[in-house]
């Protein structure tokens, strides 16, 4: 008896202590599902870009508020989302995890961890869309991005803060002109985010292998929304990147955030608009689509004293369709970035690698993103390319030239040879500076033009042990003085004299 007693007293204890709770939340139901859309009814108090959770546990993002229903796209496989089955919304806007804890690391449009290297770190999260920084927030672009490119340092800078487009036809090095850049920061104090929009799993896979072997992934976060995966991944995946690269600009930090290519998330935006039968405009687009673009790329700045200091740089690419720059999505984007870096299919078959085009290429940012010594050294050499193009195109008809025009034209001859770089093999500051000065002095006159490359290969072998203090001070002070000049001419006629 007395044990019964005891369980009696325990049951009479539990029910005194009960205190009902009423907990209220929007339950939807699936009216309509398929094409990786969902429209769903009973979802009132929905906001716009909400995460909500399907029945069998797919997450969708609130895309359409309409009337009547709510038009959801679905984050993941819809095969298993039938009609009637329960969608829940989470009660916060879409967001990816921040912080230091993704460098390194192999990441979905979500944020959550595809390469097997267990849960992401983070206990931070950012919302995918966020407000851009205001003009107070801002001030100008003043340090340089250095991306080991010759020719893109010298004529065509890129500072932080400063969105810079990337745009050629297919296969003519855009991705390779990014990666060596991503592989030129390594002792930069910058943080590199890759974001793949619609590529081959395989292809994201060898990228990734390059900048491992590289040392690259050590300050590099990769953004992978591949071609198998939704057209919604696709179109969340450069918001998600930014929002990872804001992380850094907003805690004082650098970060460069490189969007390849923003055809493709223009394709998946269109996509996923007709599928919610948003009225379309021009080639089916979505009347927004410059929106699309504008929100994502006016979010990179260079943040003022006030706000830490920190910027986000873009280098947002691409695709053109026959050379067409003048098409709906590439007009959009270059209207919005501060220049472009436009590679040309004739030139990168011709050899010239990387295949920039002088003439059309440009940085709105211009001297302000270059070094002391680079601005210096660098000064008239666009100039002289541009006239060159225009030269060579002339001589192809004349029978007979003048003198002064023979020498522009072997001049820009072995300043086109001088500016082809081998792919991942980005230069150092000194590097760049005593080949400019070669250059742009005349002292390379006597190299004939096929031997130019191998004369620059051997040179920079013998610049880097022969005078690795002048170098070193380049490197470090990045400045340009009649001391300098002295000792990279010294440099240059000592390997004149064992050259042959």
Known sequence: MA???????????????????????????????????????????????????????????????????????????????????????????????????????????????????????????????????????????????????????????????????????????????ALDTILNQGGQSMYCIYVAIGKRRGEVARLVSTLE?????????????????????????????????????????????????????????????????RPPGREAYPGDVFYLHSRLLERAAQLSEARGNGSLTALPIIETLLADVSAYVPTNVISITDGQIYLESELFYAGQRPALNVGISVSRVGGDAQTNAMKRVAGGMRLDLAQFRSLAAFAQFASDLDAATQRQLFQGMRLTELLKQPQYQPLKLSDQVALIHAGNSGQLQSIPVDRILEWKERFLKFFNTQYAEVANRIDIEAKWNDEVKVAIDGAIAAFMDTWS
């Open 3 to 177: 044990e019964g007693s005891n369980l009696y007293d325990a049951i009479f204890k539990q029910i005194e202590g009960f205190a009902p709770s009423v907990e209220s939340t929007d339950v939807g139901y699936v009216q309509e599902i398929g094409d990786g859309i969902a429209r769903v009814s009973g979802l009132d108090n929905v906001r716009l870009s909400e995460l909500v959770r399907f029945e069998n546990g797919t997450p969708g993002i609130a895309f359409n508020l309409e009337r009547d229903n709510v038009g959801i796209i679905i984050m993941g496989d819809y095969d298993e989302i039938q009609e009637g089955d329960e969608v829940r919304p989470l009660g916060r806007i879409a967001s990816v995890p921040v912080g230091k804890g993704l460098v390194g690391r192999v990441v979905d449009a979500l944020g959550q961890p595809i390469d097997g290297k267990g849960p992401i770190q983070s206990d931070e999260y950012f919302n995918i869309e966020r407000i851009a920084p205001g003009v107070i927030d801002r001030r100008n672009v003043y340090r340089p991005v250095q991306t080991g490119i010759l020719a893109i340092d010298a004529m065509i800078p890129i500072g932080r803060g400063q969105r810079q487009l990337v745009i050629g036809d297919r296969q003519v090095g855009k991705t390779a002109l």
């Open 213 to 277: 072997q590289a040392g690259a992934m050590e300050y590099t976060t990769v953004v992978v929304a591949s071609a198998s995966d939704s057209a919604a991944m696709q179109y969340i995946a450069p918001y998600s990147g930014c929002a990872i690269g804001e992380w850094f600009m907003e805690n004082g930090m650098d970060a460069l955030v490189v969007y390849d290519d923003l055809s493709k998330h223009a394709w998946a935006y269109r996509q996923v608009s007709l599928l919610m039968r």
